[in-house]
């Protein structure tokens, strides 16, 4: 059974930093695009940033550009995502997910992603 699990959410005060990880099982991710996204209450899910399956490639939500990193492991199947410079604004749950479709132009899109983690809740204080 393929799944992915999140880790390293917690409360961070602002100005602070959190290491996000997600480690899959039960299949082979290193061809995948691995990715985050994001869900406040109340509104939709929103992409964060994706990495391409050598790690060569990375791509960010202009919110996020500058204070987040995202980085793999294909030897561990997992993706991190170094969170800096936490704004109260970045309160969410973080998920993490994965695909063989998301291509340059279309890697913000959820759909086009086929594996999820349960996500792990992100809160910045002010």
């Known amino acids: 059974q393929v799944q992915q699990v999140e880790s390293g959410g917690g409360l961070v005060q602002a100005g602070g930093s959190l290491r996000l990880s997600c480690a899959a099982s039960?299949?082979?991710?290193?061809?995948?695009?691995r990715a985050w996204f994001r869900q406040a209450p109340g509104q939709e899910r929103e992409f964060v940033a994706a990495?391409?399956?050598?790690?060569?490639?990375?791509y960010y939500a202009d919110s996020v550009k500058g204070r987040f990193t995202i980085s793999r492991d294909n030897a561990k199947n997992t993706v991190y995502l170094q969170m800096n410079s936490l704004k109260p604004e970045d309160t969410a749950v973080y998920y993490c997910a994965a695909g063989s479709r998301p291509r340059s132009g279309s890697y913000s899109r959820p759909p086009l992603y086929d594996y999820w983690g349960q996500g792990t809740q992100v809160t910045v204080s002010s």
């Open positions: 990495i391409g399956w050598s790690g060569s490639s990375t």
């Open positions: 039960g299949g082979t991710f290193s061809s995948y695009t």
